[in-house]
T-cell receptor, first 113, second 113 residues
Framework: SQTIHQWPATLVQPVGSPLSLECTVE??????LYWYRQAAGRGLQLLFY??????ISSEVPQNLSASRPQDRQFILSSKKLLLSDSGFYLC????????????FGPGTRLTVL | KNQVEQSPQSLIILEGKNCTLQ??????????LRWYKQDTGRGPVSLTI?????NTKSNGRYTATLDADTKQSSLHITASQLSDSASYIC????????????FGTGTLLAVQP
């Protein structure tokens, strides 16, 4: 069976510090991978998606970047965090294809102070 | 503009009672609609998926309906349990070239004993 992991589960970082959130998927190959942010009282916002190693599409201009160094590894990064980067970050994967379900990870709660 | 709106924003019901959550969308062209359940601090989990030709689909005590003409969907929860307390998110897949997901902001359901 497939599983998706995210870490850390929670993170408190000062403004201006760097960020690295990691997501890994087990039990499947060549998945589509996604990073979402969920702010309080708002819907999930797609940040990045990837259809393969090294292939990253950015949905919104922002202070964040993503990388996919391995087939089942997806990393969300920032060089300098802003207060507005606080939120709940979710990684998801899906089988390649138009209408396939996305499976979400447990999420990372990021608080920038 | 492609949007998904949910109502109510929040709802409190007593254990054992039924409730209905609403989702209106303006996404066009439409591909499919999913209802997700998101427990606090966790990633969303899919409950049902509905395509254009489907009117009703059940998953245990959850029953989703879709009216493609009025672009409305509902999620009915029967005989609620304390474990039903969660946020319920309506997600519509855009049927155009980008194949994006459009997320509602969710309905926060609290089931009280």
């Amino acid at each position: 069976s497939q599983t998706i992991h995210q870490w850390p589960a929670t993170l408190v970082q000062p403004v201006g510090s760097p960020l690295s959130l990691e997501c890994t998927v087990e039990g499947t190959s060549n998945p589509n991978l996604y990073w979402y942010r969920q702010a309080a009282g708002r819907g999930l916002q797609l940040l990045f998606y990837s259809v393969g190693i090294g292939q990253i599409s950015s949905e919104v201009p922002q202070n964040l970047s993503a990388s996919r160094p391995q087939d089942r590894q997806f990393i969300l990064s920032s060089k300098k965090l802003l207060l507005s980067d606080s939120g709940f970050y979710l990684c998801a994967w899906s089988v390649s294809g138009r209408d396939n379900e996305q499976f979400f990870g447990p999420g990372t709660r990021l608080t920038v102070l | 503009k492609n949007q998904v709106e949910q109502s109510p924003q929040s709802l409190i019901i007593l254990e054992g009672k039924n409730c209905t959550l609403q989702c209106n969308y303006t996404v066009s062209p439409f591909s499919n609609l999913r209802w997700y359940k998101q427990d606090t601090g966790r990633g969303p989990v899919s409950l049902t998926i509905m395509t254009f030709s489907e009117n009703t689909k059940s998953n245990g005590r959850y029953t989703a309906t879709l009216d493609a003409d009025t672009k409305q969907s509902s999620l009915h929860i029967t005989a609620s349990q304390l474990s039903d307390s969660a946020s319920y998110i309506c997600v519509v897949r855009y049927g155009g070239a980008t194949n994006k997901l459009i997320f509602g902001t969710g309905t926060l359901l609290a089931v009280q004993p």
